[in-house]
């Protein structure tokens, strides 16, 4: 096929990802990345490529083989790069993750290519985090427009789902929260954090990522309903910096699914957004994920 860029024409051929085109594809997903995320290394890439995510591994294990494909220019050069796969339980394919430095042409391209190979049947992308990031449960849309516009213009319908946010460690200001142990966690691998009141109740509970290239990741924090209103969770916030700090993190990063439809109070973020903007935490983005139906 034949694509015009800035007034010339240029042919792109799709092909299989081949072992020599790592580094072009690392390239290409480095060239994508946010703040508060880590360089995507070449042990990262494999793990995607091989299907596999330290993060929604559930997800994954659901999946068949992924399948990753690349689009270059009649030179040879790696233009873009798509994985898609599909999954066997329910049918339903999936665009799991595409790189083309936000060109808008071979964004078109890698998703019909994408949606040819999946064939008709409903269709997600971006819909759980891969290998290549540090838990980036959708497409960021403000940095990522152009694929954004390629999935739309594609009839898939976008869903507004997570905030993704970032902050510098150390954080100063911050309370600590009283009578917090701190065990190892397995999935994810990192530390969990628990505050028990005086009968022994766990009443705030925290979990955080291991650091990877000085940034940590905090996955979840939560406080008992008859304990909140007490500057709990600010404590704990507090403490759970504290000992991703020491643990050598000087970022930290945080996602809060605040999709919530009005009235849903078991699902409202609404105090945890406050907390997280009252402690200096930054809005990097917001991350979507998209359906479409056959």
């Known amino acids: 096929m034949a694509i015009t860029t800035s007034g010339s024409v240029t ?45 929604d591994t559930g ?26 796969a599909t999954r066997p339980g329910d049918g339903a ?17 890698l998703v019909a290519r994408a949606l040819e190979r999946l064939g008709p049947r409903t269709v997600h992308a971006f819909e759980f985090a891969s290998a290549l990031t540090l838990g980036l449960e959708g497409l960021p849309a403000r940095h990522r427009p152009v694929t954004r516009r390629a999935l739309e ?3 898939f319908a976008g869903r507004d789902l997570w905030r993704y946010m970032c902050a510098p460690l150390p954080l100063s200001g911050l309370p600590s929260a009283a ?32 650091p990877v290239a000085g940034i940590g990741v905090l996955w979840w924090i939560s406080v008992a309903p008859a304990a909140r209103g007490r500057g709990l969770g600010l404590a704990l916030l507090g403490s759970s910096l504290d ?10 990063i945080l996602y809060v699914d605040d999709d919530a ?7 409202d973020r609404r105090a945890a957004n406050r907390l997280y903007d009252r402690a200096g935490f930054t809005e990097v983005d917001r991350l979507h994920s998209f359906t479409r139906h056959p």
């Not at 085109?21 to 360089?39: C, F, I, K, T």
């Not at 000992?243 to 930290?252: F, T």
Request: aromatic share 4%.
């Open 11 to 55: 042919q792109v051929s799709v092909r299989p990802f081949a072992a020599g085109d790592e580094a072009a594809v690392l390239g290409l997903v480095n060239a994508d990345r946010l703040p508060g995320q880590p360089e995507t290394s070449a042990a990262m890439l494999a793990e995607a490529l091989a299907g596999r995510s330290p993060v």
């Open 59 to 84: 997800w994954w294990a659901e999946l068949a083989e992924p399948v990753t494909e690349v689009a270059c220019d009649r030179k040879g050069a790696v233009l873009g790069v798509v994985s898609y």
């Open 93 to 109: 394919g999936f665009v799991l993750w595409l790189h083309c430095r936000e060109d808008q042409a071979v964004a078109q391209i």
């Open 153 to 155: 213009a594609a009839d």
């Open 179 to 210: 009578h917090t142990t701190v065990t190892d966690s397995e999935d994810p691998p990192g530390r969990r954090l628990e505050v028990r009141d005086e009968g022994g109740e766990v009443v705030a509970e925290a979990t955080i990522g291991l």
């Open 243 to 252: 000992v991703l700090a020491g643990l050598g993190a000087d970022q930290v």
């Open 261 to 267: 439809p009005p009235g849903d109070a078991e699902r």
